[in-house]
Structure formats: structure tokens, C-alpha cells
């Protein structure tokens, strides 16, 4: 994950930013726009005005179809497992890649829980400093540890940073996988073998027959950028192979969701466009 891949972290935040003007935001994140750098502060700003909002979700939507939604959902869907597992006694959060995430900042039931974010050191360092910036600096429950997911050996980087791995933990790994390589992803799989018992991880991944170019999903614009021109996204999964994929780590798929489920959870019930973009998928699984 290069500086290119570090910017695809601004996008989906502004999008969570601009949200919360709509009547009834799908995530609700006060700290979306406080930590995002000036010019993702500037655009989400102007989102206050409909027009503008409309026109960013078109510009989404042309490059990749249902992109917009994608993104919010997915986000409502890993924090409404998030606070399931804390009620069942989650007891330390890990974020892998976690970029601009505000989950640990404005969750309220993890206050009080240890939480890792763990991100490339660009990300760690532009974290810091916004949340200096927002608020008054890192809480003292989280940790922002930087990891080169392709180099670093995260089992070490995690212990040395008081990481617990006899607690039960909620493992988020969003928006992540698809830019990394297959070792690299398995690497990271290798570390969440040895997860305590009764821990839970919400991944999610792109679809493999999307990066093979077999199925666009209206979304040719992305794919000649990100898979063709820049080589950003490499990995990807096949969605009846995910359970022996996880399998292999010691992991059990709960449920996997995406398109349709985020439609019928989500967007129609708020009174929305039900168009979700299915090259995207989230996976729950536990130890």
C-alpha cells in the first residue's frame, strides 16, 4: 500500500461527512468532517447544500455505479456488528487499516475498551495530527500504530503495543484487502489465527470476477483506474469461496452481505435509492 493507496482513504470519509446533512443519515458521525484534511473539510462543508450533495453522489455513481451507498452501508453494517459483539462482552477492538475511521471516537461503548488503529505510517502520522487538531489528541484508550501490512510482522508490532491476544476481540478490516497482495492478506490471516476464542472479525472484499475483468458491475470507469492504470486493487475473492478461505485460519463465516442485504437493512427502510454497488461484500466471521 503506496501513497496513492493512503488518498483512497479521504473518499469514502467525505461521502460519511456529507451524510450528515441528509434528514436521516444513514451513519451518524459528528467527527467525519473534523478529521479529514482541509480540502476533504472544504467539500464536505458545501455538502450542507442539497445541490452540491446530489452533484458528489453523481460524480460517485458515474465512476462506480451504487458507489455512494456502497460506502455508507458498509460502514453502518461493520458498526452495527461492533456494538452487537460489545453487548456479547467484545473486550479490545483491533482496525486494520484504519485511516481516517472515527469509530473509536464517537462510539460510545468503547470508551472505556482498548482499541488498535493500525494503518500505514503516512496514515498514522496525518491521524495524529488531526485529531490534535479536532480535539485533544489521541484518547488514552487508543493506540495509532503504524504497520506496513506488506513488510511489517503485525503479531510483533500488536504485542509491543500492549496488545492483549488473550482477550476476545473485534477485529475491523474496511476497505483494506483489495489493495493489498494475496501474501500480504494472508500474512494478516496468519496473525488472526492465533485470535482468542469467541473473537469476531468484519472483513470486507472485492469481488475477483471484477478484477479479472469478467464483470463490470457498471463500474468500468474504477476498474480502468484502480485495477488497470494505477494497479491499486489486486486482491479479490470469489463469494462461495470465502468460507474455506476463512476456514483455513480457524475462522467460521456468521453471514456474508452485500448488495441486496444493505437494500433491504438499510436504504429502503431510510426511503432511498435501494442502488448498491455488488462488487464490494462484507464478511462476519468468529473464532
Not at 467525519?32 to 472544504?42: D, N, S, T
Not at 496514515?123 to 495524529?128: A, E, G, Y
Not at 474504477?222 to 470469489?238: E, I, P
Request: glycine share 8%; charged share 25%; aromatic share 10%.
Amino acid at each position: 500500500m503506496g501513497a496513492q493507496a493512503t488518498q483512497t482513504a479521504i473518499g469514502p470519509m467525505i461521502i460519511v461527512a456529507a451524510d450528515q446533512y441528509e434528514a436521516s443519515p444513514l451513519v451518524r458521525d459528528d467527527w467525519a468532517r473534523r478529521v479529514l484534511p482541509w480540502g476533504g473539510r472544504i467539500v464536505a462543508e458545501s455538502a450542507r447544500w442539497a445541490p452540491v450533495r446530489r452533484m458528489l453522489m453523481s460524480a460517485t455513481d458515474k465512476r462506480f455505479r451504487g458507489g455512494w451507498s456502497s460506502f455508507l452501508c458498509r460502514k453502518r453494517y461493520i458498526d452495527d456488528q461492533l456494538v452487537a459483539a460489545l453487548a456479547d462482552g467484545i473486550e479490545a477492538v483491533v482496525i486494520l487499516g484504519a485511516g481516517y475511521d472515527t469509530r473509536a471516537y464517537r462510539i460510545p461503548e468503547l470508551a472505556h475498551i482498548p482499541v488498535y488503529e493500525v494503518d500505514l505510517p503516512t496514515n498514522v502520522s496525518r491521524k495524529t495530527a488531526a485529531l490534535r487538531r479536532a480535539a485533544a489528541g489521541v484518547p488514552a484508550n487508543v493506540t495509532l500504530l503504524p504497520v506496513n501490512f506488506e513488510t511489517d510482522d503485525l503479531t510483533a508490532a500488536l504485542g509491543a503495543a500492549g496488545f492483549d491476544g488473550d482477550r476476545p476481540t473485534f477485529f475491523i478490516w474496511e476497505a483494506v484487502t483489495q489493495y493489498l497482495s494475496e501474501s500480504a492478506v494472508r500474512a494478516t490471516m496468519e496473525h488472526l489465527a492465533g485470535a482468542a476464542p469467541g473473537s469476531r472479525l468484519v472483513f470486507t472484499y472485492v469481488r475477483k470476477d471484477y478484477l479479472d475483468g469478467r464483470e463490470m458491475y457498471g463500474a468500468e470507469p474504477a476498474y480502468r483506474d484502480l485495477v488497470v492504470k494505477r494497479g491499486l486493487w489486486t486482491f479479490g475473492l470469489n463469494p462461495d469461496d470465502v468460507a474455506a478461505f476463512l476456514d483455513e485460519y480457524g475462522w467460521h463465516e456468521i453471514e456474508q452481505v452485500g448488495s441486496l442485504e444493505y437494500g433491504s437493512r438499510y436504504l429502503v427502510p431510510a426511503g432511498r435509492n435501494p442502488t448498491v454497488s455488488p462488487i464490494e461484500r462484507a464478511v462476519l466471521a468468529q473464532r
